[in-house]
């Protein structure tokens, strides 16, 4: 009998071959010959192919995909033969894998897009580090389209493998970022109206994002001269630059990848300086009143104000303070400190002037009546009280006195006589009270005399101030 027939172990599922090609495993007989061919229907394409059909190894090819059944036979003279049956598996190698286009996506969660295995299944995981913060989630590994959720800020790398028999897997990864919402933009507050910027730059004040990265921009229209100028687009505190008496609008945006931006405006108001002030030259004046003179201004408006300090007794008064030719009013003896402001916009310029109002002095002279040959002894006083005050006088008319004449001091001493001896006579002095620059008003005095010695003359004041002598 011949030697009992082994056909080798079947190659099929986890012994499959990955391919078209295989060796057989028969055993070599020692009694007898052994030959190959296939078992009923086990060439069910028709397309395997025993290389040598009288070798216990020999090569057998078919096609991918397919399964065969082979016979292994040894036979001797008119003996029974022995025969073995071996199956051979053919696995295809899979689909080759896509794992979709890298996504960046705004928000936690997307739909994967791994292809459709033609060839083998496919299955989703996690490449290795793949998952960093454990907390991806495939929401169903074996469908091609699962939606997949994640971390935002976070990135993801998913795997995803199709697979057929004993074949080399086919994989590929693709990456998923999970991108955050930037920080919501804040340009800073608008530097217009009260807040405008006297000049020609500022400093912008955007917040610094957390998440994101800003950038400034002008605004539709918000370079309206094109002068605008941006020191540093990235800096959220960059120094912006334009031309004095122009508005801009600035737009800081700030992006984080594909999730929409978020932008805010801010205005930016460059106020020009005003014309320089001039309150006028300082003024001593002798009296209450005055008139100022401060420069009109070309750019801007002007008004009055005092300096600090400079309403000593809070009585000084300006008539119009938007004139810049005000009468001002005071206290005579207060010295005034009026300010002329010329603003436009948040820029001014200032000016001060010194007005010294000074007191008038006045004067006093007492009724005094003499003989001729007489000296009169006149006293000249100061009834307001204006310290510094001093006298002057001048004869201003004389009638039949002789001796009489002009001088200074306080009291009026001359020795009068008349001119004829015979009848009286008199003379009419002006007197100046004089204080610092300010002359006070004229005061006259008239005088008579008798040429008698023994007769004086007493006089009194008229409303006029003459001073009327009479017979004593």
Known sequence: NPTVSNAGPNQTGASAVCGTSTVLAGNVPTIGTGQWSFAVGGNPDGLGVISDVNSATSVFSGTAGQSYILTWT??????????????????????????????????????????????????????PGGNPDGLGNISNVNNRLSGFTGTAGVSYTLRWTISNGVCTPSADDVVINLQQNPTVSNAGPNQTGASAVCGTSTVLAGNVPTIGTGQWSFAVGGNPDGLGAISDVNSATSVFSGTAGQSYILTWTINNGVCAASTSDVSIQ?????????????????????????????????????????????????????????????????????????????????????????????????DQGICSGASTSVAISNPNGVPGTTFSWIVQSVNNVLGASGGTGNVISQVLTSQDGISSGFVIYRITPTADICNGFNYRRQGRRESRARHHFSGHFTDSGNLQWGNA
């Open 74 to 127: 040894i036979s001797n003279g008119v003996c029974a033969a022995s025969t073995s049956d071996v199956s051979i598996q053919f696995d295809q190698s899979p689909t080759v894998s896509n794992a979709g286009a890298d996504q960046n996506i705004c928000g936690t969660g997307t739909t994967l897009n791994g292809n459709l295995p033609v060839i083998g299944t496919g299955a989703w995981s996690f490449a």
């Open 270 to 366: 460059f106020d020009q300086l005003p014309t320089v002030s001039n309150a006028g030259a300082d003024q001593n004046i002798c009296g209450p009143s005055t008139i100022l003179a401060a420069n009109v201004p070309a750019l801007g408006t002007g008004q009055w104000s005092f300096a600090p300090g400079g309403n000593p007794d809070g009585l000084g008064n300006f008539a119009d303070m938007l004139d810049p030719a005000s009468s001002f009013s005071g206290t005579p003896g207060i010295t005034y400190i009026p300010r002329w402001t010329i603003t436009n916009g948040v820029c001014s310029s200032a000016d001060d002037v010194v007005i010294q109002l000074k007191r008038i002095p006045d004067v006093l002279a007492a």
